[in-house]
Nanobody, 125 residues
Framework: VQLQASGGGLVQAGGSLRLSCAFSRNIFDISVMAWYRQAPGKQRELVASITSGGRALYSDSVKGRFTISRDNAKNTMYLQMNSLKAEDTAFYYC????????????????????WGQGTLVTVSS
């Protein structure tokens, strides 16, 4: 499966962006998909994940500001980012796994099998 991320850009602090991740096949049976991000000089970190049933999990740093969603009819996952901060600046990657992941497994990027190319989000302060 191929993933294509889009929607990144330059935004002022306090602004909003919506990222999209288009999948190359039907996603109705994909158990878990997620957004990760990597800032310069830092490790890649989980931002949010969502299951096939719509259960979402968020990192503490984005909880209350970001919303992950999926549209099975459009084979697309989204990340709505509001109240953006300078520290949100990073490359954002969408990803999924061939098997179901849960709990601490969601935090291990090596367990994911497919990755999009990344889209850059820059938040100016």
């Amino acid at each position: 499966v191929q993933l294509q991320a889009s929607g990144g850009g330059l935004v002022q602090a306090g602004g909003s962006l919506r990222l999209s991740c288009a999948f190359s096949r039907n996603i109705f049976d994909i158990s878990v998909m997620a957004w990760y991000r990597q800032a310069p000089g830092k490790q890649r970190e989980l931002v949010a994940s969502i299951t096939s049933g719509g259960r979402a999990l968020y990192s503490d740093s984005v909880k209350g500001r970001f919303t992950i969603s999926r549209d099975n009819a459009k084979n697309t996952m989204y990340l709505q980012m509001n109240s953006l901060k300078a520290e949100d600046t990073a490359f954002y990657y969408c990803t999924t796994s061939r098997v179901n992941l849960s709990g601490p497994e969601l935090l291990v990027d090596a367990l994911y099998d497919y990755w999009g190319q990344g889209t850059l989000v820059t938040v100016s302060s």
